[in-house]
């Protein structure tokens, strides 16, 4: 068969595209409508595990970036693969304006597409072709197609593409906006399709060593989560006493790191919404813990179950333990926040930086994440609520804006419209994603770390107040705007004219 031959699997494919429906398909239109659309299709199995990976309500639409960003960033962030995605023109645009935002510097491949491709099949073929052509070994490990909402919809069988071309493997993926609520969980999808490439490839037979495992032979820890660089260096100190290293970091920046992950003692799942992960390492037989070492108890927490799910020596974890925590302790007490905070995020890990904050001290009201509760973040969700802090999942737009209006916090942590919001309002803001996430928090280095761009963001207070009686009534109410003789007219103001 040749490249352009059909496949006769494809003929079971028989897209249907609603055009009559007058709701536009997509995330500004009815999510409704595709999953109603997409029912039955060849991916519904995928579908029902998508409900069960990454449960919704009572917010299950994407109020951020589209949440297939998740996934082609962690195609583009890894060395020798080639990312394609499949759908809509406009939201093909949006994820490569967003991945080069934040600094791809890589080509993103796309298959555009129009009714007539999309209920013929040709859009399939058209798919296969593409990964035909990127399929070269010397320039590539593995080519990831991306199947956004319209083609999820139409049920494109991805799976239908072969799994290796020239020995480059394909991996066809749906991640539409309906089924993946937020870009943390898309991330797991891609992660998720490629550990169980891995396992897959692993069971047939021998894979190609990881660079760098041969001269250390301790029993490695899998992070899962992107993390500061700084952080993993942080916790392979932390893991040293225990006889243990720290391994990859999972989504992984090379293919062979996924062999190393999946040889790991153990998995730390840093953040605590990989649920699909977690079911390759559990199928690969390696156990997994959650939480991860931030601040003095959840540290102490971390390294008696990461200890003991090693098998270390008591006594010797109970002494790193307290060592720890002892010198985590100073560094907060040397660097306390001393401010009424609300936080919110869609990364996953808002729970990690609210403990460290109310260790440092912070008077912290409120967390919300985008991201849903799972097993890995029970532990921090009731320690945190026992310290007298709201916690809410999947939190919307709305909860989080409530907060800072309820709780009238010094500083506000959140995502743009958030920052936003409190900054018209005079209040000191941060940005989770660029300003909270891009620091270390692990360890002793994550308590100093966290407070200095919290204390200075709350000492800019003063200049938030001078912006504010300076452009005090500017841009509110009928001093917003242009007004003209005829907008005037229009709303109802008195004109010149009128007095004239
Ligand atoms: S692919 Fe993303 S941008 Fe496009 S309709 Fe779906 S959720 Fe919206």
């Given at each position: 068969?040749t490249?352009?031959?059909p ?9 249907v595209?609603?055009?009559?429906s007058?709701?536009?398909?997509g ?8 999953r ?6 060849a ?16 917010h299950?639409?994407p109020q ?25 023109a406009?939201?093909?645009y949006?994820l ?16 555009p ?7 013929t099949?040709?859009?399939?073929e058209?798919?296969r072709e593409s990964?035909?052509?990127l ?7 593995a ?15 991805l799976?239908?593409?072969p ?6 493997r ?11 609520p937020?870009?943390a969980e ?12 891995a ?9 190609a ?22 952080d ?13 290293s ?8 090379e293919?062979r ?22 079911r390759?390492?559990?199928a ?5 813990i ?27 974890i109970?002494?790193h333990r307290d ?5 985590i ?5 040397a660097?306390?926040?001393?401010a ?6 869609y ?9 460290l904050?109310v260790?440092?001290g ?9 991201c ?15 310290h007298?802090v ?9 909860d ?6 309820a ?7 959140g995502t743009?419209?958030?920052?936003q ?20 928090l ?13 204390n ?11 912006m ?24 109802g103001?008195?004109?010149?004219r009128?007095?004239?």
């Amino acid at each position: 068969m040749t490249m352009s031959d059909p496949d006769p699997a494809v003929q079971d494919y028989i897209p249907v595209v609603n055009e009559d429906s007058g709701d536009a398909p997509g995330c500004g239109g009815s999510s409704r409508l595709l999953r109603d659309e997409a029912a039955g299709k060849a991916n519904q199995e995928i579908l029902d595990q998508y409900a069960k990976d990454y449960p919704v309500g009572p917010h299950d639409q994407p109020q951020s970036m589209c949440p297939a960003f998740g996934s082609l960033r962690v195609g583009l962030r890894m060395r020798r693969t080639a990312t394609v995605l499949s759908g809509s023109a406009c939201c093909v645009y949006g994820l490569t304006f967003t991945s080069h935002f934040y600094g791809a510097r890589r080509t993103v491949g796309y298959v555009p597409f129009d009714s007539e491709t999309l209920v013929t099949g040709k859009l399939f073929e058209d798919i296969r072709e593409s990964v035909h052509i990127l399929a070269d070994p010397d320039k590539y490990d593995a080519v990831v197609i991306i199947n956004l909402c319209v083609p999820t919809a139409s049920g494109v069988p991805l799976d239908l593409l072969p799994k290796s071309i020239n020995g480059v493997r394909i991996i066809g993926i749906d991640v539409p906006g309906f089924g993946v609520p937020t870009h943390a969980e898309a991330k797991d999808v891609l992660a998720a399709a490629m550990l169980k490439y891995a396992r897959t490839e692993i069971a047939a037979g021998p894979v190609a060593r990881p660079s760098g495992t041969e001269a250390d032979s301790k029993p490695a820890v899998a992070l899962l989560g992107e993390i500061f660089p700084v952080d993993a260096i942080i916790i392979d100190k932390l893991l040293a006493p225990l006889g243990a290293s720290a391994g990859p970091v999972v989504p992984t920046r090379e293919w062979r790191e996924l062999y190393a992950a999946l040889d790991s003692s153990l998995v730390a799942m840093l953040h605590p919404f990989y649920s699909a992960c977690n079911r390759e390492f559990t199928a690969a037989g390696k156990p997994v813990i959650g939480s991860a070492p931030v601040g003095a108890e959840g540290t102490a927490e971390w390294l008696e179950a990461v200890g003991s799910a090693l098998g270390a020596p008591a006594d010797i974890i109970a002494k790193h333990r307290d060592a720890m925590r002892t010198a985590i302790t100073s560094a907060i007490q040397a660097n306390p926040i001393k401010a009424r905070i609300t936080l919110s995020g869609y990364e996953g890990s808002e729970l990690l930086v609210g403990r460290l904050l109310v260790e440092s001290g912070a008077d912290l009201r409120y967390v919300g994440s985008a991201c849903p509760a799972t097993r890995w973040n029970a532990r921090d969700r009731e320690w945190l609520e026992a310290h007298g802090v709201t916690v809410k999942f999947r939190a919307s737009l709305e909860d989080d804006l409530c907060a800072v209006d309820a709780f009238e916090p010094d500083l506000a942590i959140g995502t743009t419209p958030v920052v936003q919001h409190a900054k018209q309002q005079g209040t000191p803001s941060l940005y989770f994603t660029n300003l909270i996430s891009a620091r270390p928090l692990m360890g002793p280095a994550g308590a100093g770390s966290l407070s200095q761009v919290i204390n200075t963001a709350i000492n800019n207070k003063a200049r938030f107040d001078s912006m504010e009686s300076f452009f005090e009534g500017v841009g509110k109410g009928d001093s917003a705007g242009v007004w003209t003789e005829d907008t005037a007219d229009r709303a109802g103001l008195v004109t010149p004219r009128e007095v004239a």
